[in-house]
Nanobody, 117 residues
Framework: QVQLVESGGGSVQPGGSLRLSCAAS????????MAWYRQAPGKQRELIAS??????KYADSVKGRFTISRDNVKHMLILQMTSLKPEDTAVYYC????????????WGQGTQVTVSS
């Protein structure tokens, strides 16, 4: 059974930092592209960061502020978020996409991040 379990969300003031984690089980972790998406109220889910082995990409809205990383031994995906802004408020989702069959993907349940003074 595949599970992606996010943690680390919460409330923070503008300019603050949060570290999100995604623990994966039931998959061969290194065989998957991993990514973070977010969905704000009333908006579509958007891709904000992705990482294949050693290659990270970011949406322009988070570039320079967020860092995605993965640990293929611990089967963990991390998103370090700094200089948070109110517009970063959203539910953040972990995504795993099988490299050899991109239509095969899994989602976590999401974790809420709220940036507010």
């Amino acid at each position: 059974q595949v599970q992606l379990v996010e943690s680390g969300g919460g409330s923070v003031q503008p300019g603050g930092s949060l570290r999100l984690s995604c623990a994966a089980s039931g998959i061969i972790f290194s065989a998957y592209d991993m990514a973070w998406y977010r969905q704000a109220p009333g908006k579509q889910r958007e891709l904000i960061a992705s990482i294949t082995n050693g290659d990270a990409k970011y949406a322009d809205s988070v570039k320079g502020r967020f860092t995605i990383s993965r640990d293929n031994v611990k089967h963990m995906l991390i998103l370090q978020m700094t200089s948070l802004k109110p517009e970063d408020t959203a539910v953040y989702y972990c995504n795993a996409r099988y490299i050899r069959l991109p239509s095969s993907q899994y989602w976590g349940q999401g974790t809420q991040v709220t940036v507010s003074s």
